[in-house]
C-alpha cells in the first residue's frame, strides 16, 4: 500500500522549513520509526520517521527545497522489500550484492580486532547525528571505535576521531618542519590560502535577522552593576551534596538563584515582564523566563514556564532538560515559544562583560557573566571577594532609566542575601 510522507504540520510562527537531510535514498529499505528526512525551521530541526516497515519508493522533495505544512515529500510503499522495477530491481540486485561483499569484508575485519560495531547484517550502527557528521566530513565509520550502547557509533565519537585526527596531523607536521634544515624551512610555502563557502543554516538565518530586528525596532540600552556572588556560593557548597541527594541527582547550580531573582524582579517592575505590540502595551501576569542556550546549529532560547511557581530543583531540573534536548537536536517549537524575559549566560564561555541583545517582542534581558575574584572595599578594608558583572539591557520605550537600574538593583540585593528569595522579602 502506498503512503504519502509528509511534512510534519508547522505551528503558525512556523511559514515553511527546508528539507536539510536525507537519511534514506528511494528504493531503500527502512524499518517502523526509523528517521527517514530532517526538516529544518527557523526554530528546530524537525525529524520525519516512517510510518511502517517498507521501502521508499520515489523522494518528490530534493535536499535544499522549501516545503510547507504537511507538503508530500516522498512515496513510501508499506510491506514492500528491495527496490521493485525492471530495470531498477537489477541495479538494486547488483548493489545488494556489491554492499554484501563491503559489509562482508568490512565485519570480517571488524571481528578479527574484536569490535562490536556491527550489527547481525555487517551495518554499521550509528546515530543519525554521527552519520551526518560522517557524511560532511567523509569519513568511514568502520575506522572509528564506537563507544556507544550495543556498539553504537555516536555524535561523540565521530567528533573525538576528528580532534584526534587532527591533533595527530598537527603532531607530525611540527615534527617534520623541526627536521628540515632552516634554509628548506625558509623556502616552504606559508600554507594555502583556502575558502569554503556553504549556505546559511535557516536556524542562523532567523537568529540573523531577527537580531537585527531587535537593534532596529527598539530603543535599546544597557546598564550594568555587579553582584557579590559569595554569599550564593557559600549556601551552594553547604548544601549542594544534600540537594542532590533529595532531588534525585539534580544538582545545585547558579542559574536557579537568578531565575528566582528574576520573577522577585519582575513582580516589582511589570515594565520589565512586558512586551509591545504595535501602539499597544501587553502586560503579562506571569513569568516565562527563557534561558539561552548555545547548539551546534545557533543560539536558541527554550522557555521554563510560569517560572514564579518553581522551585529551584524545577529550574535546575528543566534547564538540564533543554540543555540535553539542545545538543542533541531535541528541541520542539513549543520549547521555545513565548517568553516574557531572557536571560542569557555568556560566563560559562568565560565573557567578563558584554551588551545582551534583546529577544522580539521582550523589552529586557539579562546578561550572566564570569565570576571574577576581584579586590573590593568593605567597611573600609580590601577584601578579595568573587563578583559577576551583571548587565540589563532593556527597551527604552517602555523601560525608563530609573525602572531599569532599580530592577537591577533588586536582582543584586536578592543574591547578595538569598535569604530574601526564600522569605519573599
Known amino acids: ?79 514492500a522489500s528491495g527496490t521493485a522495477g525492471g530495470a531498477d530491481a537489477g541495479q538494486a540486485k547488483t548493489e545488494s550484492k556489491n554492499n554484501d561483499s563491503v559489509k562482508a569484508e ?55 576521531h576528528l580532534e584526534k585526527k587532527k591533533s595527530d596531523t598537527g603532531s607530525r607536521s611540527a615534527t617534520a618542519a623541526a627536521s628540515q634544515p632552516k634554509a628548506a624551512a625558509d623556502d616552504m610555502p606559508a600554507g594555502d590560502r583556502t575558502e569554503k563557502r556553504v549556505p546559511m543554516t535557516r536556524l542562523r538565518a532567523s537568529i540573523a535577522r531577527r537580531l537585527l530586528e531587535a537593534q532596529h525596532n527598539a530603543a535599546m540600552l544597557t546598564t550594568f552593576n555587579e553582584v557579590n556572588m559569595k554569599p550564593v556560593m557559600d549556601l551552594r557548597s553547604q548544601y549542594k551534596a544534600q540537594f542532590e541527594k533529595r532531588h534525585n541527582g539534580t544538582k545545585l547550580g547558579f542559574m536557579s538563584f537568578f531565575v528566582k531573582a528574576a520573577t522577585e524582579a519582575l513582580k516589582r517592575f511589570p515594565a520589565a515582564n512586558a512586551s509591545i505590540d504595535g501602539s499597544d502595551i501587553v502586560y503579562h501576569g506571569y513569568q516565562d523566563i527563557g534561558v539561552a542556550v548555545s547548539s551546534d546549529r545557533g543560539l536558541v532560547v527554550p522557555v521554563l514556564r510560569n517560572a514564579e511557581h518553581m522551585g529551584l530543583a524545577d529550574i535546575e531540573r528543566s534547564i538540564g532538560e533543554f540543555g540535553k534536548k539542545a545538543k542533541d537536536g531535541k528541541l520542539a517549537i513549543e520549547d521555545m515559544t513565548g517568553g516574557t524575559f531572557t536571560i542569557s549566560n555568556g560566563g560559562v564561555f568565560g565573557s567578563l562583560m558584554s551588551t545582551p541583545i534583546l529577544n522580539p517582542p521582550q523589552t529586557a534581558i539579562l546578561g550572566m557573566h564570569k565570576i571574577q575574584e576581584r579586590p573590593m572595599a568593605v567597611d573600609g578594608n580590601v577584601v578579595i571577594l568573587p563578583m559577576m558583572y551583571l548587565a540589563l539591557s532593556y527597551d527604552h520605550r517602555m523601560i525608563d532609566g530609573k525602572e531599569a537600574v532599580q530592577f537591577l538593583v533588586t536582582i543584586k540585593e536578592l543574591l547578595e542575601d538569598p535569604a530574601r528569595i526564600l522569605l519573599d522579602i
Request: aromatic share 2%.
Open 1 to 79: 500500500m502506498a503512503i504519502e510522507i509528509k511534512a510534519p504540520t508547522f505551528p503558525e510562527s512556523v511559514a515553511d522549513g527546508v528539507v536539510a537531510t536525507w537519511h534514506k535514498k528511494a528504493g531503500e529499505q527502512v524499518s517502523r520509526d526509523e528517521l527517514i528526512v530532517d526538516i529544518e525551521t527557523d526554530k528546530v530541526v524537525l525529524e520525519v520517521v516512517a510510518p511502517a516497515d517498507g521501502v521508499i519508493e520515489k523522494i518528490i522533495r530534493d535536499e535544499g527545497a522549501v516545503v510547507e505544512s504537511a507538503e508530500v515529500l516522498a512515496i513510501f510503499k508499506e510491506g
Open 106 to 160: 568490512s565485519q570480517a575485519r571488524h571481528q578479527a580486532d574484536g569490535s562490536e560495531k556491527i550489527s547481525q547484517d555487517g551495518e554499521i550502527i550509528a546515530s543519525p547525528a554521527a552519520r551526518k557528521m560522517l557524511e560532511e566530513n567523509g569519513l568511514n565509520a568502520s575506522d572509528i571505535e564506537a563507544s556507544g550502547k550495543g556498539g553504537r557509533l555516536t555524535k561523540e565519537d565521530v567528533v573525538g
